[in-house]
């Protein structure tokens, strides 16, 4: 765990490692919506952060998985991690890429879920 100090250091260091990760990396509120993109997510999926703030991670679903999205958020709403899913998601240009997903509860101070991240 990093400590935190008066002038956020430690939350500068968190977000320079998730932006210089290789991994897509993105948190989302429990409706989906997408609340923060790393470089890495750029690099995958096509979207620049800009494109992908405040859209709903449904638009990475290809047609045939309608269902995926919920399927997953209800199991984090749950408390639970989805570990390794491999599943597909469709980038900007159309074309599909396979992908083994993480997607873990974001909680807040006294413990309750507020969002998701996907890694």
Same mark, same amino acid.
């Given at each position: 765990?990093?400590?935190? $100090?008066?002038?956020?250091?430690?939350?500068?260091?968190?977000?320079?490692?998730?932006?210089?990760?290789?991994?897509?990396?993105?948190?989302? $509120?429990? $409706?989906?919506?997408?609340?923060?993109?790393? +470089?890495?997510?750029?690099?995958?999926?096509?979207?620049?952060?800009?494109?992908?703030?405040?859209?709903? %991670?449904?638009?990475?679903?290809?047609?045939?998985?309608?269902?995926?999205?919920?399927?997953?958020?209800?199991?984090?709403?749950?408390?639970?991690?989805?570990?390794?899913?491999?599943?597909?998601?469709?980038?900007? $240009?159309?074309?599909?890429?396979? %992908?083994? %997903?993480?997607?873990? +509860?974001?909680?807040?101070?006294?413990?309750?879920?507020?969002?998701?991240?996907?890694?």
């Amino acid at each position: 765990m990093v400590e935190r $100090d008066a002038g956020g250091l430690a939350n500068d260091f968190l977000a320079a490692i998730v932006a210089s990760s290789d991994d897509a990396i993105f948190g989302k $509120d429990l $409706d989906g919506t997408i609340r923060s993109w790393n +470089p890495a997510a750029e690099r995958l999926y096509g979207y620049g952060a800009a494109e992908a703030i405040g859209r709903s %991670v449904s638009m990475l679903l290809p047609d045939d998985r309608p269902h995926e999205l919920e399927d997953i958020l209800a199991r984090v709403r749950a408390g639970e991690r989805v570990v390794h899913y491999e599943t597909r998601r469709r980038r900007l $240009d159309g074309t599909e890429v396979e %992908v083994s %997903v993480t997607v873990s +509860p974001i909680l807040d101070r006294d413990g309750s879920v507020v969002g998701a991240s996907s890694i």
